[in-house]
């Protein structure tokens, strides 16, 4: 992938599937991102037994305009197929995603009840928007396509449209109703992640997820160094042992801890 409209458009941000174990793992990126956003996590689980896959959700990695043509649905139905392909070679499948791609990995976890748990990194349930922006969202996207975006965390690993598309914004908070309205449908083991330093995510946003899900194992961590992407960013490494403690805790697969 060698897009000009994207962000570092040098880094490999094309769909993995990366066999392994029984146990897999579906990695989901967020808004305006690519696979990039998982790729380092997924590069520190793969070696120890996992089964980790990501694709490319519809209107992303291409052209921004790309993002403003395209559902929710389409992200979902695109995360459904990998999640089907993961089913037919693990014996259990984990669902994690990063911002809008833990919305995602929720909204699969309320439709499948039989996957293993979730991971939700940064989920974007909650944003730092107010109430008077969002309100100002539909009419703004008649006369705009897009608008840049203030900042880019972990920007020299992230790989991304620069910009936010619009339609494709008004999108997204269609999606998060979508998802609240079906959190009390999730009953399986779930970890949040937040970073101590997102500027995106509403800090609540934790909180908000595991007080509506019906899952009795929940857990919530901070990272008190990372941004909003935490996956890319200086803590990724705890972040995958946090995450490699989580499907232990959970799959009781006896597999060898990541840090002993």
């Known amino acids: 992938m060698n897009q000009p409209n994207l962000h570092n458009p040098h880094l490999n941000g094309e769909p993995f599937f990366w066999q392994a174990g029984p146990i897999g793992i579906l990695m989901i990126h967020g808004f305006t991102a690519t696979p990039v956003e998982v790729r380092m996590v997924a590069e520190r689980l793969h070696p120890h037994g996992y089964t980790v896959a990501a694709p490319l959700l519809p209107g992303h990695g291409t052209h921004p305009d790309d993002l403003n043509r395209v559902r929710w649905q ?40 039989e996957a293993e748990g979730v991971i939700a990194s940064a989920p974007a349930i909650r944003l730092l928007i107010s109430p008077l922006q969002k309100a100002a969202l539909p009419l703004l996207s008649l ?6 975006k203030g900042g880019l965390d972990a920007s020299s690993n992230w790989q991304g449209y620069p910009v936010n598309p619009l339609k494709g914004v008004q999108q997204l908070f269609r999606f998060q109703k979508e998802v609240e309205r079906r959190l009390p449908e999730i009953v399986q083991p779930i970890l949040v992640l937040m970073g101590r330093y997102d500027t995106t995510v509403h800090p609540e946003a934790g909180k908000f997820i595991l007080e509506r899900v019906s899952s009795p194992y929940k857990s919530l961590v901070w990272f008190e160094n990372s941004s909003h992407v935490i996956l890319i960013d200086q803590e990724v490494d705890a972040a995958a042992e946090r995450i490699e403690r989580f499907i232990k805790e959970t799959s009781n697969d006896g597999m060898p801890a990541l840090l002993s």
């Open 74 to 113: 389409d992200w979902v139905a695109k995360a459904e197929e990998s999640y089907q392909q993961l089913k037919q070679t693990c014996q259990k499948v984990y669902l994690l995603g990063e911002s809008m791609g833990a919305l995602v990995a929720l909204y699969l976890a309320a439709e499948h009840r």
């Open 143 to 148: 006369f705009k396509a897009s608008m840049p």
